[in-house]
């Protein structure tokens, strides 16, 4: 017997984790793509710059975080049956 507030909490506590290890996983696989991408430039132009373009990927983390977080809370409002606050 869990209450209502805590399946709430334990919605959006599980939606964060979920969502952090997505970004995690999701960060990983883009900074191992780069690296392989990098590394077949730099075989072929040895002297090519290295460039990140960190206000894009900035921007992407961002949003992701932003339509995360608005998913648990949504999440957790209706789990709740759209009623008042406790």
Do not use: H, K, N
């Not at 883009?30 to 077949?40: S, V």
Request: one cysteine or more; a neutral charge; aromatic letters at 8%.
């Amino acid at each position: 017997g869990a209450t209502p507030a805590q399946v709430r909490r334990t919605a959006l506590w599980e939606t964060v984790f979920t969502g952090a290890g997505a970004l995690l996983v999701g960060g990983a696989v883009t900074g191992f793509t780069g690296w392989l991408m990098r590394q077949a430039v730099v075989r072929d132009v040895p002297e090519a710059p290295l460039t990140f373009p960190w206000q894009a990927l900035s921007g992407i983390t961002a949003a992701c975080l932003v339509v995360l977080l608005a998913a648990a809370v949504a999440g957790a409002y209706a789990l709740r049956g759209g009623e008042g606050p406790d």
